[in-house]
Every structure is written in C-alpha cells, then in structure tokens.
C-alpha cells in the first residue's frame, strides 16, 4: 500500500514545488479581511474569497464572517508570519484549475468585550492568485496533515449571547434558555470560588454550550472522548512569549444538565480554577496538579480528601485523565485531589498555589517535568520533593 501512494504520488510533488510564499500579497488580503471584519463590511470581506471557490467554501467563509458580526468583538486581527513554515507543497494546484498557490499559517487574533487577553486560531488557508489578485480559496489542504483549520460555533449555525456580570455564554438559539440557566449557576460557582482562589485573575469568562457532544469535539479538536465529561477550559501559549492565551469555557452539557444545580455549580468551580490560572500557567505544570488543585478548591480545601482505595503509589500520568474507562479517569482525578490535599496538610493550605506559581514561573528552563515538579515541591515546603508527597500520600498523611 505504501509503496502505491509513493509511485503514485512522485509526479503531483513534482508538480508541486514551489517558491518563496507571496507574503506582502497575502498579508494584504489580510489586512483587508481585518478591515472588513471590523466594519462589519460583508462586502469587502467577500471581495476577498476566490471567485471561482466552490458555493459550499464561498459560503462557509460568509458564514464565519456573519457570525462573528454578531457577537461582541472587542479585537480582531488577521496576519501570517514570515518565518511561518510554507505548506505550498501540500497542496494540489489542479483543485485550483492550475493557478498560482501559496500557503502559509495564518493567526486569527481574537478578543471578546469579556476577554482579558486574546485567543490565538489557527486558519491554514489556501490563497490563490487569479489575474494580478490574490484570494482566499480553501482551508482544509493540510488536514491530511492533523493541520487544520480552527473551528467556531458561528461557523456551524446562527449564534446567540446570553451574558451576566462576569460571563458571556455563546449557543445557538436551541441552546439560549440553557446558557440562561447557566449563567446564575456560574455566578454562584465564582462566589463560591472567590474566597478559595487566591491568585488575581479578570474573574471574566467566555464560554460556548454547543448542542451535541459531536459539535464540542469538533470546536476543540478533541483527541478524548467528549461524553466521558462536563466541560473543559482550553487554552493555549502566546507564540511569542509562552504565556497563556486566554481561557475558554466549552460545556458538555449532555453530561453537566444531569447533575443537580449544586453538583452543576461545583463543576463550574473546578474549571473556573483553570481558566483563573490560566495566567500563570506553563508546559511545566502537570495535569495532576492542574486537576488535583481544581478539584480540591471545588470541594472545599478545609476537606481532608485522603487517599482513597484503589489509589496508585504514584502521582497519575498524563495520559490517565484521558485514556481508560471512566472509572480509571475518575480515578486518576481523585487520585490527584487526595495529593493536592496531602501536600497542603505537610505544607500548609498555601503551598498548592505556591506551587502552581513557582512551576509556570519560567516558560524555559533546563530539565524534564519531573525534574522541575520535584524541585518546586521543595520549594514550597515538601523536603524530599515528590518522592516523599507520594510516600506521604500512600501512607495517608
């Protein structure tokens, strides 16, 4: 099989080559995609798509754009990096009838009136040159790669906005008395939240209820079985300085709308632990500490959370919070709880925040995970690092 796609590949690569990326001309389509986006210039934003793109492209693209008109954008931005990797080659010109082609990853900068900071979207738009113009003609080339193109709500159907003090929550119209309901549900969750959290954050949150656990997968390009949970903060690192990006709230709430309003409001207490240390968050922060502090802030850090049968000797592995059965992912995250709160009882209810600061502190630094866990534990107060949490931990202290 494999030997077939080589042969019959060779020639189309060949075809294929290509040179340095347009990339004065394709920053120009851009900057007049910005324009248009924030003038809300439908027009204008649709000069900027291939003529001869399919109606299904064609329409997706003023889709995207109509939905975005539609919600509070306080920012947005359009650009592609010089030094951005050129995927030219990937793409096959006879889908574009044989004419000039480039890409190169595009960024999509965008921040909501309720954002602290702006999320960052990857947009592997195709551009293709008809006459002396250039356009926007595909987005979906290298997804054969795993590279592919960001997907939004908006993009998916009309869009809604129900919003409180300190949330935005973004449904369609089937789910708007759903974000209603929820928006008192996470308000109570921050009030709850307030007195146990004690790094600053915006305390300020855009979150999404989509209408299927299929439409979430899609929206965050899923590589876990979404109905194994109730809701998710993602977020990423700032190219530029590794810093977080801002968090979003997705809820699963095929999952979610089961618990009772108080099971709801604690859940919503979890997540709001990450996107509240979404600020100081790194690579070097694993997600036994990301979980264990949510879930021992969601259940109250006055709450001993020992160590409960059928626990490992170790701290969970990252794959344990995403691979297994439901019963091994609760597992891995009590598991991660009854650690947190193990390391608060040998160090004081401070040193979970201590070392959640001290572990996003620097964004590079020489040593595996482990290593820099290690270190930080007896940082904050744990003398013989994580070997000695585990041993505590095992013997229920």
């Not at 009136?113 to 113009?133: E, I, L, N, P």
């Not at 004081?348 to 620097?362: M, S, T």
Request: glycine share 8%.
């Amino acid at each position: 099989m494999a030997s077939v796609i080589a042969a019959a590949g060779a020639p189309a690569l060949q075809a294929k080559q290509s040179t340095t990326p347009p990339i004065a001309e394709l920053r120009a389509v851009l900057k007049a995609r910005t324009d248009a986006q924030r003038a809300k210039n439908r027009d204008a934003y649709a000069a900027t798509i291939d003529p001869q793109a399919p109606p299904a492209f064609r329409d997706s693209q003023l889709r995207d754009f109509d939905g975005l008109a539609s919600l509070p954008v306080a920012r947005i931005n359009y650009s592609v990096d010089s030094d951005e990797v050129d995927l030219t080659r990937a793409v096959d010109p006879k889908e574009y009838a044989g004419a000039p082609v480039a890409l190169v990853g595009t960024t999509r900068a965008l921040r909501f009136t309720y954002d602290a900071r702006s999320s960052f979207d990857a947009m592997y738009w195709t551009f293709v040159k008809r006459g002396a113009q250039w356009y926007v003609g595909g987005d979906d080339d290298v997804a054969d790669l795993g590279l592919e193109t960001t997907v939004s709500m908006w993009d998916t159907g009309p869009v809604v906005v129900e919003q409180s003090d300190h949330f935005q929550l973004i449904a369609h119209p089937d789910q708007q008395a759903r974000a209603h309901e929820l928006l008192g549900i996470a308000e109570n969750a921050l009030t709850t939240l307030g007195p146990r959290w004690h790094l600053v954050w915006s305390q300020r949150l855009v979150g999404f209820v989509p209408s299927s656990p299929n439409e979430l997968g899609d929206l965050i390009q899923a590589s876990v079985d979404v109905t194994k949970y109730v809701a998710f903060v993602a977020y990423g690192f700032q190219p530029e300085t590794l810093r977080g990006t801002v968090p979003r709230l997705y809820v699963q709430d095929r999952n979610l709308s089961r618990y009772s309003a108080a099971g709801q409001s604690e859940t919503l207490v979890h997540e709001f632990t990450h996107a509240a240390g979404s600020t100081y968050a790194s690579s070097f922060i694993p997600s036994w500490v990301h979980e264990g502090l949510g879930d021992w802030i969601a259940g109250g850090p006055t709450n001993a959370f020992l160590r409960a049968p059928g626990a490992g000797t170790h701290a969970p592995r990252e794959d344990q919070f995403a691979a297994g059965t439901q019963g091994q992912i609760v597992q891995a995250y009590r598991d991660a709880r009854s650690l947190i709160a193990s390391l608060s009882r040998i160090a004081g209810p401070q040193a979970p925040f201590d070392l959640f600061v001290d572990l996003g502190k620097e964004q590079v630094r020489p040593g595996a995970q482990s290593y820099i866990v290690d270190q930080e534990l007896r940082h904050v107060g744990v003398p013989d690092g994580l070997d000695g949490l585990e041993r505590a931990w095992t013997a229920g202290r």
